[in-house]
């Protein structure tokens, strides 16, 4: 099982679909892909820090005459950093954007998670 922070835009309700449901962890596809994946959820700070980083981490690297090797292992490092934190700065993002986490769910994928939000929810409503 997986579990998924929810979040929501305080004035919506919760049957209008306006959630977002973020897996709580490591983030593979934020390792492997790093600025895509940040284009790819709107995360345009994201991608402008990761980019200022890697052109400071290869200019900086040629300047200080350091080898290819350890440019590539710092590299590295920043990538598994966006994978460790990747989660955590698409949920910062979306509170730049207004949203609030309204719960904590659990689910094998995103879709047994969102349903179980939505039916928790609806009973709530009765």
Do not use: C
């Amino acid at each position: 099982m997986k579990t998924f922070s929810v979040q929501i835009l305080p004035w919506s309700s919760a049957s209008d679909g306006d959630v977002v449901l973020i897996v709580e962890g490591f983030s593979w596809p934020a390792l492997f892909f790093g600025p895509f994946w940040a284009l790819w959820h709107g995360m345009w700070r994201t991608v402008i820090v990761l980019l200022v980083i890697a052109a400071l981490i290869s200019g900086g690297g040629a300047l200080a005459g350091l080898a290819t090797e350890l440019v590539s292992v710092l590299q590295i490092f920043v990538q598994i950093g966006l994978g460790l934190w990747g989660n955590d700065l698409r949920r910062a993002a979306l509170a730049r954007q207004g949203y609030v986490e309204r719960a904590v769910v659990a689910g094998r994928n995103g879709e047994e998670a969102e349903h179980r939000y939505f039916t928790v929810t609806a009973q709530d409503e009765v």
